[in-house]
């Protein structure tokens, strides 16, 4: 796969199409950012958990970018593969047969940002 994972270049692959929208309703764009911000900061649950929780949805809603966006992030929250793999296997329950196979994309996923993000402190 070269350089990048398959799920990096699936981010890759999002961000020019971002910027051109975000260039059109850059309004909407801000208020989507600060309410990402408001969501992700530490509060009763830590910026880890809500992460995994963002992952679990992006299974069930069988979202790649969403799953590559909060893979990655989970990573650089801290969170471990096994706690990937558990809020994954809730997605599961949740969603049944259908979130097992995006359950196992977003699990890929998140180990290629823990791998690399392991490679980078060596």
């Known amino acids: 796969m070269g350089e990048h994972g398959h799920y990096q270049e699936i981010l890759n692959d999002l961000n020019p199409q971002h910027r051109a929208l975000r260039a059109a309703i850059p309004e909407v764009y801000q208020g989507f950012n600060a309410l990402s911000k408001a969501a992700f900061a530490p509060g009763a649950l830590d910026t880890k958990t809500k992460e995994l929780i963002a992952l679990a949805i992006g299974v069930v809603d069988e979202c790649d970018g969403c799953i590559a966006s909060h893979a990655r992030s989970a990573v650089r929250a801290g969170a471990s593969r096994q706690e990937a793999a558990e809020a994954i296997g809730v997605a599961f329950l949740m969603q049944g047969g259908p979130a097992t196979i995006y359950g196992s994309r977003a699990y ?12 980078r402190d060596r």
């Open 108 to 119: 890929t996923a998140f180990c290629e940002f823990a791998d690399a993000e392991e490679q």
